[in-house]
């Protein structure tokens, strides 16, 4: 079995325990907290205690607090799938919906999103769901509108004059 790996020299319990009191973050003051007692010269196995994990996550948070001190005790973002679709491909996007389909062409009069994912297909080879596409839009800034109908109103009456 080999050897713990140390813990920073310009922390001290103390300070981790100040560090846990003021943060906002509960998972971090945990982790803090847990830290702290390996600091006093207790086992890992009570910090895993106190953390309520395995000596395995405790070993992770002693590599993050050592790399990047109490900041890297917080919560990471997962980083997600990769975006199908490149930095090119996306440009491409925003080109064609700005100028619009040309019906002869295109074989539509306005753009869906079935259409554009239909279009990214054909020019390059990427199959991406409606729902996929319209996200993509959003990222690109654009929104969705929908023409909806008017009211029609009978005998004359204006809408204020309805009640």
Known sequence: MGAAIGLRDDFDAAGLRRLARTTKSANQGRRLLALAEIYDGRSRSDAARIGGVTLQIVRDWVVRFNARGPDGLFDGKAPGKP?????????????????????????????????????LHDEFGVSLTETTVGRELKKLGYVKLTARPRRQYRCGRSRSDSV
Do not use: K
Request: no cysteine; charged share 20%; glycine share 6%.
């Open 83 to 119: 975006s199908l679709l490149n930095e090119a491909q996306r440009q491409a996007l925003a080109e064609i919906v700005e100028s619009g389909p040309i019906p002869a062409i295109h074989g539509v009069v306005r753009w869906r999103l079935i259409d554009l994912a239909r279009w």
